[in-house]
């Protein structure tokens, strides 16, 4: 049986357990009506026959043995009643019309109680009642009447259940069927939509749900909800495979224009004997300089793909010492601009190598917008709900239209495309710190310039990224 339905669709799993458990309880409360109704009607005919015989045992005292009524042939109650004594030998028992057993023997010595019995008489059947006639002793009363109006309700109770059972399985076939269609349509459009996104790789389709399953408790059904969920993974996916595509996109415009002028310089270099050795230097430098543009690029692409931090690398970082450390070699690096550091100690978990990354792209990006000796401010210190490490300079700032996109990769604005640099520099900073569980913004400082504010939540409620 279990071999025959796991070769079902589950619909029609669901649908046959669904009808056969339904039409189980059907047929067991028609099997009971059914017990019930027969043993009622033979109770009604049994109370009869018990008071039919007090009413014969008052009116038999003086007949010692023999048949009283005799009329088996008819429906009419008593049919046939006669006494019966103990001692077979006893006179008067030639022609008893109802059969006499040991049983009534025993009944009439006083050694057995009353019983029911059924009977067939002259090809009628008949229920008997054998009992002890009440203050004698050694004679008993039979009486019977015939049962066929008893039979023939019991078999038309029969025949009605069983017509309703017929008709509640039926029933519950349909139900059932009807069930596990209502139930699994959900399965079946997950099905169909997975079946087309699979056919035109397109994440974009969805799982249709009708209006009523989007309501307050419809949404609670674990069906709906997995189609719900299945929808919202979609949404995720969707947008990944836009972010890969545009990452795409914007990596090959970016890495056009220095691969365009190296292939210039390596030409122009190739031809190095028509060349003055001030245009080889020239060119080689320009080379040079590209190569390491490029590298950086690729270097920022393969950091930013990656979307977590290696676990087996996580550790205590003091970040107070790594703050410091990040800011004497953005010191070495924009000597023209001053660094300040207001650091408290602190402690998060993290990978030291990437924390140290994240905070060197905020301070070169804060000196690249500075001026000529503006100074870049760095303050670390414990706030209302974790850590908050600031970098400010005192540049331009940040425009309202510029605001919503300083984190998107390759995004530059107008101020930032003369100077060097991929656009990737933020984006990266900001994915280090959601893999570290930090918060980073950025917002204009209140007297000019801009602010990155990085925060990281309470160590008990820090997550590093998986």
Not at 33 to 51: G, H, M, S
Not at 150 to 169: H, I, M, S, T
Not at 430 to 446: K, M, P, S, V, Y
Request: glycine content about 8%; some cysteine.
């Amino acid at each position: 049986m279990n071999r025959l339905l796991a070769r079902r669709p589950l619909r029609a799993r669901l649908a046959l357990i669904t009808s056969a458990a339904v039409a189980l309880v059907a047929l067991g409360v028609l099997a009971a009506a059914y017990v019930v109704i027969r043993y009622e009607l033979v109770r009604q005919l049994d109370l009869q026959l018990k008071q039919q015989a007090g009413i014969i045992a008052q009116q038999s005292h003086d007949v010692r043995s023999g048949v009283l009524y005799d009329q088996c042939a008819y429906l009419a109650a008593p049919a046939c009643a006669q006494v019966v004594p103990a001692d077979p030998a006893a006179p008067g028992q030639r022609g008893l019309a109802l059969p006499v057993t040991g049983a009534t023997r025993r009944v009439a010595a006083g050694t057995l109680g009353a019983h029911y019995s059924d009977i067939t008489h002259h090809g009628h059947p008949m229920r008997m009642l054998t009992a002890p006639i009440p203050g004698e002793k050694g004679r008993a009363l039979q009486v019977a009447a015939r049962s066929d109006t008893v039979d023939q309700g019991v078999r038309q109770a029969g025949g009605y259940l069983a017509a309703v059972g017929g008709v509640g399985v039926l029933l519950a076939a349909g139900l059932g069927y009807l069930a596990s269609r209502t139930s699994l349509r959900p399965v079946t459009r997950i099905a169909a939509t997975a079946e087309r996104i699979a056919a035109t790789r397109d994440p974009a389709h969805r799982i249709e749900l009708p209006r009523y399953e989007k309501r307050g408790a419809r949404r609670q059904d674990e069906i709906t909800r997995l189609a719900t969920s299945f929808n919202t993974m979609l949404g995720e996916l969707e947008e990944a495979v836009a972010a890969q595509r545009r990452l795409v996109a914007d990596a090959s415009h970016e890495l056009r224009t220095p691969l365009t002028a190296l292939r210039t310089n390596a030409e122009l270099l190739a031809r190095a004997d028509r060349l003055t050795a001030a245009q080889r230097d020239r060119a080689a430098g320009a080379l040079g300089r590209q190569l390491r543009e490029v590298t950086g690029m690729v270097n920022d692409l393969i950091e930013l793909a990656r979307d977590e931090e290696p676990q087996p690398l996580v550790e205590q970082v003091r970040l107070d010492l790594l703050t410091e450390r990040c800011a004497a070699e953005a010191r070495g690096h924009w000597p023209g601009t001053p660094f300040t550091a207001d650091v408290t100690e602190a402690t998060v978990p993290g990978v030291p190598a990437r924390l140290a990354r994240l905070l060197s792209n905020l301070l070169d990006n804060a000196a690249k917008f500075s001026p000529t000796g503006a100074m870049v401010e760095v303050r670390l210190a414990r706030a209302e709900g974790g850590i908050d490490l600031t970098v400010r300079d005192h540049g331009p700032g940040i425009a309202a239209e510029d605001l919503p996109y300083v984190f998107d990769r390759f995004y530059r604005s107008r101020q930032a495309r003369a100077l060097p640099g991929s656009g990737l520099g933020l984006a990266m900073a900001r994915q280090i710190a959601r893999a570290h569980g930090a918060e980073l913004t950025a917002e204009r400082a209140e007297t000019g310039g801009a602010r990155f504010r990085l925060r990281f939540p309470h160590q008990g409620e820090q997550k590093t990224s998986r």
